[in-house]
């Protein structure tokens, strides 16, 4: 027997080189990777997120916060943190007691402080988080920051 889901949860949450959402779908151009490698770590890299999040049927028309925000391994966020509001309706031909797949795009700019690991955090509540933890490299050749 299914489970009905009681609350809206993360289903998945991946980092690309590009990602948007258009009318439900989302477009991604190099997804679902944990390493990038960067020049210069005094210029910020482009990253994107992209985000699926599931709606249960009793958690619709309520708007819901979600924050996302870039850490160091050591925990120090790196700004900027985005804020976001997610509202999901019920259309006409919805089937009674369904769930709705609501997807999300950002797509940023981060200076990373040097090479090390990081993680993303999406968060709708205190007991719903997700993280994408990637890598940062130095390309050979690259100088240190302020060297």
Do not use: C
């Not at 993680?119 to 997700?130: N, Y």
């Amino acid at each position: 027997m299914a489970t009905v889901l009681e609350q809206p949860t993360i289903e998945f949450f991946l980092l690309a080189d590009r990602a948007e959402a258009i009318n439900g779908k989302l477009y991604i151009m190099g997804g679902a990777w944990d390493r990038i490698t960067v020049a210069d770590f005094s210029q910020p890299v482009s990253i994107s997120l992209a985000l699926g999040i599931r709606i249960p049927w009793n958690a619709t028309n309520q708007e819901r916060a979600l924050s996302l925000h870039l850490e160091h391994e050591d925990g120090t966020r790196i700004a900027p943190s985005i804020q976001a509001n997610i509202n999901a309706g019920r259309p006409a031909n919805a089937i009674p007691g369904q769930s709705f797949l609501v997807i999300a795009s950002v797509n940023g700019q981060w200076k990373l402080p040097s090479a090390s690991t990081y993680r993303f955090v999406a968060a709708l509540s205190e007991d719903e988080i997700k993280g994408a933890t990637f890598h940062a490299v130095a390309a050979p050749g690259t100088k240190k920051p302020n060297s």
